[in-house]
């Protein structure tokens, strides 16, 4: 069945950088789009990133310039590579993929912690 596994967050000092992993099972990432996501307490859950079949790229005006997405194909995993955090980055962190209409996948979700 369709999984998404994110891992790689932590607790970073602004200024600071992480990468974020999101490995897919039960099916081939390449075939779809992927998102990025985030959502902090008390707030809704906003696009962060996405990356389409064709590899061309969308970020969300907030993270232009300091985050950067990328897939790949061999290890059927996509990737946020995040630079220059900043407090506001802090949330939790999900990938999600649609396979059709009615089949929308998340990930558990990973904690992403800027703070000195």
């Known amino acids: 069945q369709v999984q998404l596994v994110e891992s790689g967050g932590g607790l970073v000092q602004p200024g600071g950088s992480l990468r974020l992993s999101c490995a897919a099972s039960?099916?081939?990432?390449?075939?779809?789009?992927i998102g990025w996501y985030r959502q902090a307490p008390a707030k809704r859950r906003d696009l962060v990133a996405t990356i389409s079949r064709t590899s061309s790229t969308y970020y969300a005006d907030s993270v232009k310039g300091r985050f950067t997405i990328s897939m790949d194909y061999a290890k059927n995993t996509v990737y946020l590579q995040m630079n220059s955090l900043k407090p506001e980055d802090t949330a939790v962190y999900y990938c999600?993929?649609?396979?059709?209409?009615?089949?929308?996948?998340w990930g558990q979700g990973t904690q992403v912690t800027v703070s000195e």
């Open positions: 039960g099916f081939t990432l390449g075939y779809y789009a």
């Open positions: 999600r993929v649609t396979t059709s209409p009615l089949n929308d996948y």
